[in-house]
């Protein structure tokens, strides 16, 4: 049975800092890269970040230096560190592998707002 929950979302004020964390279930997370995508309203879901089982990562350019994912293979979870948060950052993120295919199940998701 495929899980993913996701959590650690808040408001918070530009420039601020949430640690969100995502528990995978074993068959998607020992196999696979895992990535943090996210959903602002209005707009298409979109890849944040990956990393491979071996720890390489990636970034979109719009949080590249402010972003930092991480994993523990031992506990099948992945963290998104998230510094100098901007509004324009404020979305529902996501975990799931990556790349993520059309079908696969996604969880709940966790809301980040960031507003003063």
């Known amino acids: 049975q495929v899980q993913l929950v996701e959590s650690g979302g808040g408001l918070v004020q530009p420039g601020g800092s949430l640690r969100l964390s995502c528990t995978a279930s074993?068959?998607?997370?020992?196999?696979?890269?895992m990535g943090w995508y996210r959903q602002a309203p209005g707009k298409q879901r979109e890849l944040v970040a990956a990393i491979n089982r071996g720890g390489s990562t990636n970034y979109a350019d719009s949080v590249k230096g402010r972003f930092i994912i991480s994993r523990h293979n031992g506990k099948n979870t992945v963290y998104l560190q998230m510094n100098s948060l901007k509004p324009e950052d404020t979305a529902v993120y996501y975990c799931n592998k990556h790349p993520v295919l059309p079908w696969d199940y996604w969880g709940q998701g966790t809301q980040v707002t960031v507003s003063s």
């Open positions: 074993g068959s998607i997370f020992s196999i696979n890269a």
